[in-house]
């Protein structure tokens, strides 16, 4: 059974950095590209950030370029999101996804599993 759990959300103040993972079991972890995505309370969900299987591609939405960076260890079957200069605006919660054959998808539906998320709050 597909599972993926995220970690590493919490408070933090703005300005400030946070390093969320996501651990993946139940699928060959190297044929998936891996995506991230957050929403807001009362806000729908967007996407934040995507890399491809061998990790040669990586996709970012705008407002997070140059702050944010995704990374994966296929080794460890993990995914990674660094996030840096934290402003309130990216106060959610972090959700983790599977593409199967993505190079870096922004679209959500076309992930095919999904983790419950990890709250990340950003105090100004």
């Known amino acids: 059974q597909v599972q993926l759990v995220e970690s590493g959300g919490g408070l933090v103040q703005a300005g400030g950095s946070l390093r969320l993972s996501c651990a993946a079991s139940g699928l060959t972890f190297s044929r998936y590209a891996m995506g991230w995505f957050r929403q807001a309370p009362g806000k729908e969900r967007e996407f934040v950030a995507a890399?491809?299987?061998?990790?040669?591609?990586?996709n970012y939405a705008d407002s997070v370029k140059g702050r944010f960076t995704i990374s994966r260890d296929n080794a460890g079957n993990t995914v990674y999101l660094q996030m840096n200069s934290l402003k309130p605006e990216d106060t959610g919660v972090y959700y983790c996804?599977?593409?199967?054959?993505?190079?870096?998808?922004?679209?959500?539906?076309?992930?095919?599993?999904w983790g419950q998320g990890t709250q990340v709050t950003v105090s100004s």
């Open positions: 996804a599977a593409d199967q054959g993505g190079v870096g998808e922004s679209r959500e539906h076309r992930y095919d599993y």
């Open positions: 890399i491809s299987g061998s990790a040669r591609y990586t």
